[in-house]
């Protein structure tokens, strides 16, 4: 069977296995962090910029800063209003609910994330991943 013929095969197998990963994501969401001391509620937009939305934000993953899918270092989130936002990656605080390899998933299918920061410095930190509703 040459590569030709072959290619509708294919192209079938690689859909069925995107149709798979985009059901692992589930409809159903995670319960969100529980608000304390170490995770603040929200994120002042003057500490950073104007464009810089309170967190916790949804939005559609557009670009991934990784070496692979267990060595994501950050992302860019376009927000529901249009905004581009750069995040880094910190210390989840589930990373087994949501891994940071999934965002890859997120980005192939446009599923929205919900993604929860904190400033530090001039940096944008991810501290908490889940699918958004």
């Known amino acids: ?17 995107l149709a798979t990963a985009v059901a692992a994501c589930g409809t159903g969401s995670s319960p969100s962090p529980a608000a304390s001391a170490s995770r603040p509620p ?9 464009d810089v939305p309170p967190s916790p934000v949804a939005g559609v993953v557009i670009a991934i800063q990784s070496e692979g899918l267990d060595k994501v270092r950050g992302f860019t989130l376009r927000t529901r209003s249009g ?24 980005q192939a299918s446009t599923a929205p994330v ?10 944008l930190v991810v501290y908490h991943l889940e699918d958004a509703p």
Do not use: Y
């Open 83 to 106: 905004v581009e936002v750069q995040f880094e990656l910190g210390q989840l605080d589930d990373p087994t609910d949501f891994p940071p390899g999934h965002l890859a998933e997120h």
């Open 114 to 123: 919900l993604v929860w920061f904190k400033v530090e410095g001039s940096k």
């Open 42 to 50: 929200s994120t002042p937009a003057s500490s950073i910029g104007a």
């Open 1 to 17: 069977m040459s590569l030709r013929s072959r290619r509708p095969i294919l192209a079938i197998a690689l859909c069925a296995a």
